[in-house]
């Protein structure tokens, strides 16, 4: 079965490689990677080392998540989780105190939905990392994000006086 991966892993480089327009020897070159080695992936030969696959991954500007998926080194579903958590720590949009909480609250509702997490349980900052969630909670600290309020007519403002407490922007 390792083979089949491999070679879909090769194949899935080739078609990335020849749709960035990228020669054989040039993508070697930008990924740092022998000429005859990467020929080899892409053959279904070899089964490259997740630091190569990074490599491949940066030089074709590709995610790195889905090569190690394709090469059987990561799970589907933990692909899907490192794509969420790379989401959340690249969005601009918010403070790093609001990216902690987000991923915190991410890590919680995983846990208690029965998924294991990629900081995984025995991690002691994923520990502290949910005190600290419960001691927010618990003292009631501001943790908005400053949303733009629902102004459709099924928003909390729609008459039903759900908003009428909320300060008018």
Same mark, same amino acid.
């Given at each position: 079965?390792?083979?089949?991966?491999?070679?879909?892993?090769?194949?899935?480089?080739?078609?990335?490689?020849?749709?960035?327009? /990228?020669?054989?020897?040039?993508?070697?070159?930008?990924?740092?990677?022998?000429?005859?080695?990467?020929?080899?992936?892409?053959?279904?030969?070899?089964?490259?080392?997740?630091?190569?696959?990074?490599?491949?991954?940066?030089?074709?500007?590709?995610?790195?998540?889905?090569?190690?998926?394709?090469?059987?080194? /990561?799970?589907?579903? @933990?692909?899907?989780?490192?794509?969420?958590?790379?989401?959340?720590?690249?969005?601009?949009?918010?403070?790093?105190?609001?990216?902690?909480?987000? /991923?915190? $609250?991410?890590?919680?509702?995983?846990?208690?939905?029965?998924?294991?997490?990629?900081?995984?349980?025995?991690?002691?900052?994923?520990?502290?990392?949910?005190?600290?969630? @419960?001691?927010? $909670?618990?003292?009631?600290?501001? $943790?908005?994000?400053?949303?733009?309020?629902?102004?459709?007519?099924?928003?909390?403002?729609?008459? @039903?006086?759900?908003?009428?407490?909320?300060?008018?922007?």
């Amino acid at each position: 079965m390792a083979s089949l991966n491999v070679g879909n892993l090769g194949e899935y480089l080739r078609e990335q490689r020849r749709s960035a327009q /990228l020669s054989l020897r040039q993508l070697a070159d930008a990924a740092g990677v022998s000429n005859p080695y990467l020929s080899q992936i892409e053959r279904g030969l070899r089964k490259p080392s997740a630091e190569v696959l990074q490599q491949v991954a940066k030089a074709l500007r590709i995610s790195a998540e889905t090569l190690y998926v394709r090469a059987g080194i /990561l799970d589907e579903r @933990d692909r899907d989780e490192l794509e969420t958590r790379a989401v959340i720590i690249a969005d601009p949009s918010i403070t790093e105190r609001q990216k902690a909480v987000l /991923l915190q $609250i991410y890590e919680s509702f995983r846990k208690e939905n029965g998924f294991e997490t990629a900081a995984g349980s025995d991690d002691p900052d994923a520990a502290d990392a949910v005190e600290d969630v @419960d001691a927010v $909670i618990a003292a009631g600290e501001d $943790i908005r994000m400053d949303i733009a309020p629902d102004t459709t007519a099924e928003g909390p403002s729609a008459g @039903d006086g759900g908003g009428a407490d909320r300060p008018s922007h």
